[in-house]
């Protein structure tokens, strides 16, 4: 009624002719009519809003401790869960695990992998991938690297890939196109990458480090105009001596293996980054620091790796940033969520989204979660997103459409009180998985489905 204020009826009693009687049923009328379609529109978002199916078990429960899951799709909506078992006590008792599932949603039975570590998988036609890293009998992982492809029947011979790691790995496998792969792989001895060449076959691993480079973090991605970025974090001093401050770099391409190791960008003196990640050729980090009174400090910070870096920080005021989670597709969309925590350890979920063109929005605050947990972050190739995390070990997810101003409500997952470790993929479609683990003395692998609108 604002409008017709300004008009010259503001603080005017209603007329009682005929004709004021009449507009008073008319602005009754048109104010029901609006109520009626304000509700419809709510209901209407409602139904419209992506909803998850009811949880179910993958695999397990098991007596050893489950390490986190990890999820693979293929371009016609079958997808994987890999994840390991491991005797915290005795880290050489470890087991790795995959499950299929179906283009059709349905899960199959739970298979042991040929290695002790699974450390990544991708599809190559109807081929999964895995690249396992293994030890000696009775030695805890990791002396060597190899590939395993799974049929959806049986495993294939494995195909080595390096036989010179010295302790934990972390690894990358990235689908090209061909049926081709990349696969990348870190110790803190070094960064090694390994491509097929035209004949598909592997050639040895080529280290893109020099020895003793001390690399802490590790990441890839194939990113527009048939290229590959591998980025990982190590020292610039001493290894062992210097934190990491630089982020490294090595370009390849579909038909060629990364190569012409660059260091990218350094931080200021004594800052250090904790943790990396790639959306495309955006690389995210976690930079912390202690400031001139001797508090602790750190932050998200976003830079392109095309051209001259500019970085972009997101700082916030009294939180502490961690538990970073970067997603993107090809068209450019992309989602950063990190959990930012106060100094009296009460934790938050933080998101900041891009959509193909455009730039980060501010952050948003999606909700608290569990101070042990990290969120997972996802992006369709529509350019729907999902951030996931666990709050109280009940879990939670919140989706956005594509250019919308912010995130529909939060939805219950799974209202389970155990919880951990949640991990959310979209596939080639419009829907999206989420997996954790769940239990206490034993535990269970735990998986849901969402269909977006």
């Not at 870096?309 to 990190?338: K, T, Y």
Request: proline letters at 7%.
């Amino acid at each position: 009624h604002r409008d017709r204020d300004r008009g010259g009826g503001a603080g005017r009693l209603p007329g009682r002719s005929l004709g004021g009687l009449a507009r008073r049923s008319d602005l009754a009328r048109t104010a029901a009519v609006a109520l009626v379609a304000g509700v419809l529109s709510l209901s209407a978002a409602a139904s419209a809003q992506a909803s998850w199916s009811r949880p179910v078990p993958l695999a397990g429960p098991f007596s050893l401790d489950l390490l986190p899951a990890q999820i693979g799709f293929a371009p016609d909506g079958r997808s994987a869960v890999a994840f390991g078992l491991q005797d915290e006590d005795d880290p050489a008792t470890s087991e790795s695990f995959i499950v299929p599932r179906s283009a059709s949603g349905r899960f199959g039975q739970a298979r042991q992998v040929p290695a002790q570590q699974i450390l990544d998988l991708a599809f190559t036609g109807k081929t999964l991938e895995l690249l396992t890293a293994q030890g000696p009998p009775g030695t805890t992982c990791c002396s060597s690297a190899a590939l395993v492809g799974f049929s959806g029947k049986t495993f294939g011979r494995t195909r080595p890939l390096i036989d010179t790691l010295t302790g934990a790995a972390i690894g990358r496998l990235i689908a090209l196109p061909g049926s081709r792969l990349l696969a990348a792989i870190a110790t803190a001895e070094g960064v090694w990458v390994s491509q097929p060449a035209r004949n598909r076959t592997f050639g040895p691993a080529r280290l893109l480090t020099p020895r003793r480079s001390a690399p802490q973090t590790l990441t890839a991605a194939s990113v527009s105009g048939g290229r590959t970025l591998v980025a990982w974090t190590a020292a610039t001093g001493q290894p062992g001596q210097a934190p990491p401050n630089a982020i490294f770099e090595a370009a390849g391409s579909n038909n060629r293996v990364p190569s012409d190791t660059r260091r990218a960008y350094t931080v200021p003196s004594g800052h250090q980054i904790d943790e990396l990640a790639l959306g495309g050729t955006t690389a995210a980090w976690i930079e912390s620091w202690y400031d001139a009174r001797g508090a602790y400090r750190s932050e998200v910070v976003l830079a392109s790796l095309d051209g001259r870096i500019r970085p972009r920080a997101f700082p916030i005021a009294g939180e502490m940033a961690s538990g970073l989670s970067f997603a993107a597709n090809d068209a450019g969309d992309q989602v950063l969520a990190w959990q930012a925590c106060s100094l009296v350890g009460s934790c938050t979920v933080v998101a900041t989204v891009k959509d193909a063109g455009k730039r980060f929005g501010a952050p948003l605050d999606l909700g608290p979660i569990d101070p042990s947990q990290t969120p997972a972050a996802t992006v369709s190739r529509r350019g729907e997103t999902v951030v996931g995390w666990i709050e109280d070990g009940h879990v939670l997810a919140a989706a956005r459409r594509r250019r919308a101003r912010g995130f529909d409500r939060r939805q219950t997952i799974s209202a389970t009180n155990y919880a951990a470790d949640l991990t959310v993929a979209f596939g080639p479609g419009n829907s999206a998985l989420a997996v954790w683990t769940q239990g206490t003395v034993a535990s269970s692998v735990m998986g849901a489905t969402l269909r977006a609108p």
